[in-house]
């Protein structure tokens, strides 16, 4: 028997070749998330004029001490039309474009006013130019403000708004189709019969690779190749295909052969970790295909693991592996097997500590988990206290 792939392998060969879907411009709600198709080019100037950075007033930096005669106001919105001479001054508030002539703001805190005559009172302006934004301090036209391969949050939707857009280039959101396959599983909300249990998988995994993809839930298919071929027919037109249960090599896993039997090469299908050791990945025309566990804990695991960064390369994510964070143990661990092993645990405050069942169909403990505890095969025993690589899960509470 060939030897199990590891996980950074099986993740490289899964990832090999993926180019991302092409680009589609759409307005900003449905961009936020997505990854820039092209660079986004300033079609503004912001600010687009000399501005106030203060509420105060506009002067010559040549008459800075005063007295000023004020000749006008220059609000947001209503700029003042005239002109600052020697000696004069124009009231200026925050955002107001300034005035022709002026080159300076003197802040209100230091003046006092008379009528129309201003004095300085405090300290004055440090520097010729001061409490001014200058045009294009932010960005001018022609300038890039967000590069291709960036993911869009709310605040380059800020700056694209800014810059003169209404709707951004992004690439394409994956179609991902979902088949559950098991005669012992029933759609939730229905009461299972003798020898039958609720199909959680395909729900759960809806909720977890909808972040980053649409999702067709194709339902529970019967443990039939004629049933599981139509199924998969069904679902030509999905970018990916991700199939739970039955990708093992027993009397009733059928997920292997039939792909087979529908033109499917399988790049491999048993990998080093745990939990989720029987994961396949293949071909199926121009549909990538990934087989997951059976067990809802271990599907989670290697949608996490292997599903959701190729969505996110399809996506057009530049790093789309998961990362990793630090934490301090909270508890002794014993030594590891020759699988890489992912434990379920609680990062709470910089200490991280595992749940202590670990079964792979216990989905309470996987729902009160709010990270992965990464263990190296064969790693030694490690002391409460020592330093962990932790995956952060997809949830959506933040960390403690």
């Not at 005239?82 to 000696?87: A, E, L, Q, R």
């Not at 010729?128 to 045009?135: L, N």
Request: charged share 20%; aromatic share 4%.
């Amino acid at each position: 028997m060939k030897p199990l792939l590891g996980v950074d392998e099986a993740q490289a060969r899964l990832l090999n070749g993926v180019v991302p879907l092409p680009a589609e411009t759409v307005p900003f709600a449905a961009a936020l998330g997505r990854i820039l198709a092209a660079d986004v080019v300033a079609k503004l100037t912001q600010p687009p004029f000399a501005a106030s950075a203060m509420d105060g007033y506009a002067i010559r930096w040549a008459d800075r001490a005063g007295p000023w005669r004020l000749t006008g106001e220059s609000a947001a919105g209503r700029s003042f039309a005239g002109h600052v001479g020697p000696g004069e001054t124009v009231r200026i508030l925050t955002g107001a474009p300034l005035p022709a002539g002026a080159d300076t703001v003197v802040v209100q805190e230091d003046v006092a006013r008379d009528g129309d005559i201003v004095t300085l009172t405090g300290d004055g302006p440090p520097r010729e130019g001061a409490h001014i934004r200058r045009a294009g301090l932010d960005f001018a036209a022609g300038q890039s403000v967000a590069a291709a391969g960036s993911r869009v949050t709310p605040a380059r939707i800020g700056v694209a708004a800014a810059a003169g857009y209404a709707a951004l280039p992004v690439h394409r959101r994956p179609r991902v189709a979902i088949l559950a396959t098991g005669d012992e599983l029933v759609t939730p909300g229905v009461a299972p019969g003798p020898s039958q249990i609720v199909s959680s998988n395909g729900v759960m995994l809806t909720a977890l690779l909808g972040k980053y993809a649409d999702v067709i839930d194709g339902g529970i298919v019967a443990d039939t190749r004629e049933a599981l071929t139509a199924a998969i027919a069904a679902q030509a037109d999905a970018d990916v295909l991700v199939t739970i249960g039955g990708a093992s090599v027993g009397d009733h896993d059928l997920v292997q052969p039939v792909l087979r039997e529908m033109g499917a090469t399988i790049d491999f299908w048993r990998i080093a970790l745990r939990p989720g050791k029987p994961m396949l990945a293949g071909m199926l025309g121009a549909t990538r295909v990934v087989g997951l566990p059976g067990n809802p804990v271990s599907a989670f695991v290697c949608a996490t693991l292997f599903v959701v960064p190729l969505l996110r390369a399809l996506g057009g994510d530049l790093y789309p592996l998961p990362g990793s964070v630090p934490a301090r143990l909270g508890v002794d661990l014993e030594a590891n097997g020759p699988r890489r092993d992912y434990l379920r645990a609680r990062l709470i405050d910089g200490v991280v500590a595992p749940a202590s069942a670990q079964d792979s169909a216990m989905l309470r403990v996987l729902a009160d988990s709010n990270v992965l505890i990464v263990r190296e095969p064969y790693a030694e025993a490690t002391k409460s206290g020592a330093m962990v690589d932790c995956i952060m899960l997809d949830t959506i509470s933040s960390v403690a």
